[in-house]
Nanobody, 122 residues
């Protein structure tokens, strides 16, 4: 049975940093793309980063490009999201999930975790 657990969220001041972790058990990550999504209250879930299988390329949405970095450690079945220069508009619940290929379409992903709250506020 696949289980996805996100962690690392919290309260941070504007300009600060956080590193989120996504640990997936019950499957081998080598053959899957892993996406990070976020959802703010009253808004749709949006993709922010994806680590592709195969060529191991990383993809970022325009709003986080240059500030967020996605990485993965297959030995630990864990994907990380390093978030720098955080702003109040980054406040959301952050989720990770699996897919065969990188996509910004959330319905195409499986094995969602429960999410981790990130709050950026002074």
């Amino acid at each position: 049975q696949v289980q996805t657990v996100e962690s690392g969220g919290g309260l941070v001041q504007p300009g600060g940093s956080l590193r989120l972790s996504c640990t997936i058990s019950g499957m081998t990550l080598d053959y899957y793309a892993i996406g990070w999504f976020r959802q703010a209250p009253g808004k749709a879930r949006e993709g922010v980063a994806c680590f592709s299988t195969g060529d191991h390329s990383q993809h970022y949405s325009d709003v986080v490009k240059g500030r967020f970095t996605i990485s993965r450690d297959n030995a630990k079945n864990t994907v990380y999201l390093q978030m720098n220069s955080l702003q109040p508009e980054d406040t959301a619940v952050y989720y990770c999930a699996t897919n065969r290929v990188c996509s910004w379409a959330a319905p195409r992903y499986d094995n969602w975790g429960q999410g981790t709250q990130v709050t950026v506020s002074s």
